[in-house]
């Protein structure tokens, strides 16, 4: 999800964390076990925002998608059901799978917010994503938890979030399809420690972590991230980022270490999806972020 502007974040209650972190050993169990986390065995596997794709024809995206090298696509919300069957139809055509669906209207109702037919309209948001996935055999859904701002103080946002957030676990359960939080510009979860506090405080293997390795620059480095969450992670987003221009720029060409960044996944055992999310662009575009993201998942 692409980030917006922040501010400062409140201080991380420690006690809280560390009473928390009984639970993340479980995670870990249940993850070995196989449990609704458990990553795709082998290799990373690519994948690419299907915003990506709008400049491409539209009969022709997955196919192109496929060919350039991407295994899978990230869909957005739908709405209507026979649009659910049609993108269904068009990746197993051309042999891609649809692995996350990326929720559409946490920014505009989020769950954090005070005003009663926002959170209604986010919690359906949710809901129709989380059954979107079921429908196109993806296991998770993204999820921007909160927007702190004027009328939501931070702590408001932890509070009415969390809250929310738990109204959908016996669906997403129901469903075997994890809400994984993402890490983005929304003035909120601004430490890796904080953000392993909130999903913990879940209690709940079907609240994971959705990393974007881009997104944390500006505030911190993404190795620590990906270290301290852990087995919380269950998809990756990359995109890249200049910290002295504050802006982010093409794969490979910014303030990240990518080496240090697959050293640290390797280093929690992630095995996945890495997905692009990225501007949208033509063939010979998207190639080319399909072979940068080959030297990523080679270390390079």
Known sequence: MRATPLYTASPLDRRGFIRNAAFAGAAVAL???????????GKLRKAVCIGMLSKL????????????GFEGVEANTIEKP???ENLKA?????????????NSNHWSNPLSSPDPAKVAEGMRGMETSLRNAKALGADTVLLVPAVV?????????????QANIRKLIPLAEELKVIIAIEDVWNRFLLSPLEMARYIDEFNSPWVKAYFDVGNIVLF??????IRTLGKRIVKVHVKDFERNAKKFVPLREGS???PVVRKALDEIGYSGWITAELSAGD????????????KIIAGE
């Open 31 to 41: 993850n070995a076990a196989g449990g609704p986390s458990a990553a795709p065995a």
């Open 57 to 68: 024809p539209a009969d022709a995206r997955f196919k192109i998608a496929r060919d350039v």
């Open 82 to 84: 026979d649009e659910v």
């Open 90 to 102: 068009a990746a197993e055509q051309a042999g891609i799978v649809i692995h996350s669906i990326m």
């Open 149 to 161: 701002n004027e009328t939501t103080p931070y702590g408001e946002a932890w509070e009415r979030s």
């Open 220 to 225: 911190g480095y993404p190795e620590d991230w």
């Open 256 to 258: 990240i270490n990518w």
């Open 283 to 294: 063939e010979a575009y998207l190639r080319d972020v399909s072979a940068r993201m080959d």
